[in-house]
Structure formats: C-alpha cells, structure tokens
C-alpha cells in the first residue's frame, strides 16, 4: 500500500509544480478570505491533503497507462501479435495507439522483407553451387577416365578433351554471368551512356554468329535502319544483351531463320529478335527472367546455358529505362523486343 502510494506520487511529480502553485494559490487565497488563525491552519490542511489525495490519483492514472504502453511493448519485443488489431491502447492515448501500429506494421514488414531475402539468398547460393558442381564433376569425370587409360585410346582421347574442354568453358561463361549478377546486386555495375550508330553496331554483332548460325543450318539476317540512325546507350552492356538474345535464338531454334530488327519511331528505335525456334510455353514467360530459371532445363544445360542471361538483359535494359518484352508460342517461334532513346 506504502509502496504504491510512493511509486504514484513520484510518477505524479512531473505535475509536482502545477500542484505547487495551485497550493499556493490556494494558501494565499484562504490567508486573505480567512481571518481566523485556526480555521485557516485547518482549511490549509485540507487542502495539503486534498492535493495529496490527488497527486496520488493523478499517478496512479500515468501508472496504469504507462502499464498498458509497457505491456505492449514487451508483447511486440516477445512477437506475441500477429496483428495489429491486437494492439489497444486506453481511448485517450489513441493517437499514441496508432503511432504503435505504425511502428508495428513497419517492422513486421521490414522483418518479412529480411526473410524474404535471406530465403533468395540462401537459394541462390544453392542454385549457385548446383550449377557449379555439374560443369566440375563431368570434367573431373573425363580426366579421371583419361588417366585410367583413355588418354592412350584415339578413339575416344580427342573427343573426351574436347568435352571437358566445353565444360571448362561452360564454368567460364557461369562465373562471368555470376560476376554480373553480383555487380548489378551491390549497384557497382556502371552505365556509360553515350549516342551511337546503330547499323554498323548490330551488323558487327550479327556476324559473329553466322558460322553459327550456318552450322546449324539457320538462316541470320539483320535488318537495318536508316544509316544515320543513333540510339543512347552503354554500347558494351547493350552488346551483352544482343548476344545474349541471339545466343538464345540459335540455342532454342532447331530449323528456319532469325531475324534482328531495328524499328525507328518517333523518338526511339524499337529492336527486335524473332527466332522460329521451339517457343517458351506461356506459363513460363512469365519467370523466364528470372535468375537460373529455364524453360527447359536439359536444352539450356547441355548447349551450356546458365539461366542467368535473361535475368542480366532484364537489368540492363531497366538501366536504360525501358523494359525488354516477349512474345512467344510453343513450336512457331519467340519474339524479344525492347526500345532504346534515339
Ligand atoms: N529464343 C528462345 N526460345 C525459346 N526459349 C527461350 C528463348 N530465349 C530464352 N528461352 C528460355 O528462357 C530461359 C532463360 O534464358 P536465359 O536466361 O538466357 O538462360 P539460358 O539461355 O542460359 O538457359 C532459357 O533456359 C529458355 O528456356
Ligand atoms: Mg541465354
């Protein structure tokens, strides 16, 4: 009793003042409409003792609430609340109770957010090591059935180095890919925008690929602009995405042609691969560009794809403010367009 009476008039002294001036007050006014000397000591201790009766009362009201605030508080530190509607606060500390479920619903998102990236992270370092290991065990594989006599066999010496070869280069292409996943991840992949002409920058790319192209018995045309046309851009970056799709056009397409386009318009220049290769099944598309996702996984392996360079253009392309789209059906052929600033 002793002790709630203490800890309720030390939380009421931050009203100590007030009450002070009030008993002041109250003394001087009594001193002056009160003559006689024992009615005033009387009158004055009551209202000593009102005002301590309600100091105590006033306490106890800003202990109760500070009560409720801290038990809150240790409730959301113990994660007890799903929900916000959980927290109530006393009527009169509404807006109090409403800065709490701001506070609340901030760092239930946060939290989820975190996990959200921890879990991606946590999947990627597994699709990461997937990728890794199968490239490191088939050229382990070669060289061990190499050293057990293979490499003496010229039927099977060359062809077997030839493979592992492939897949030394398969690791390579994976540990680029990853490079710029991490680079565009921590924001150090830097853009150098500058104009360029367009023509003699996709011819140049095109033909890289025409043996290519002639071994499989594809057809690969570029369709130009207007000579004098330029478009703004990081021509190294852009280069990668170009690669990227046309890689992509030869590696899913088995008979017919590709086609790179550029389309002027107003103030753009629209850029176009169509291939009329296998298609990607429209409940695909949509995670196509998402990192190490595959439409078709043996494919994509075994002609040393890495999920990732669909997921890189994606980013770059975003870097020049503008969005890569796609257009595809199963067996006729796939369409990936985006457009660039002239
Ligand atoms: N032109 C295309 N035709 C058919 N499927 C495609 C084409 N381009 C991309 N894809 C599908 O999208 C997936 C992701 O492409 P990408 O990120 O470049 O990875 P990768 O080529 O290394 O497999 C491919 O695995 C493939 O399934
Ligand atoms: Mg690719």
Do not use: C
């Amino acid at each position: 009793m002793f002790s709630k009476i203490k800890s309720n008039l030390s939380s009421a002294q931050v009203y100590l003042k007030e009450s002070l001036l009030a008993a002041i007050l109250s003394a001087i006014a009594v001193l002056l409409v009160v003559k006689d000397f024992s009615s005033a000591v009387l009158l004055l201790i009551i209202i000593f003792v009102i005002g301590f009766i309600f100091l105590n009362l006033i306490g106890r009201k800003r202990n109760n609430e500070m009560d409720e605030i801290k038990t809150i508080i240790n409730n959301i530190r113990k994660q007890l609340y799903n929900d916000y509607d959980k927290i109530v606060l006393n009527k009169n500390l509404s807006s109090l109770e409403t800065a709490i479920k701001k506070m609340f619903q901030k760092s239930k998102s946060d939290i989820e957010h975190m996990r959200k990236l921890q879990l991606m992270r946590s999947q990627f370092i597994a699709n990461v090591s997937h990728e890794l290991r199968t490239p490191i065990f088939t050229i382990q594989g070669y060289i061990e059935t190499l050293l057990d006599g293979a490499v003496n066999d010229p039927a099977v010496n060359i062809r077997f180095l030839s493979k592992a070869k492939q897949h030394t280069i398969n690791l390579s292409n994976l540990l680029n890919d990853l490079i710029d996943i991490s680079m565009i991840e921590s924001g150090e992949m830097r853009m150098s925008y500058r104009f360029f002409k367009v023509n003699d920058y996709l011819f140049s790319i095109t033909n890289q690929f025409l043996p290519m192209a002639e071994e499989k018995g594809i057809e690969l045309v570029y369709l130009p602009v207007n000579d004098s046309v330029e478009v703004f851009g990081d021509r190294e970056k852009l280069k990668q995405v170009f690669v990227n799709l046309i890689q992509n056009a030869l590696k899913y397409t088995d008979k017919g042609k590709i086609e790179v386009f550029a389309e002027e318009k107003k103030k753009s220049v629209k850029f176009i691969v169509r291939d009329t290769g296998i298609g990607i099944p429209a409940e695909y598309i949509k995670r196509i560009f998402e990192r190490f996702y595959r439409a078709d996984k043996n494919r994509s392996r075994s002609v040393g794809g890495t999920g990732l360079g669909l997921a890189i253009a994606k980013h770059i392309i975003e870097a020049h403010g503008s969005q890569i789209e796609v257009k595809s059906e199963v067996e006729k052929g796939s369409e990936f367009s985006f457009e660039l600033k002239k």
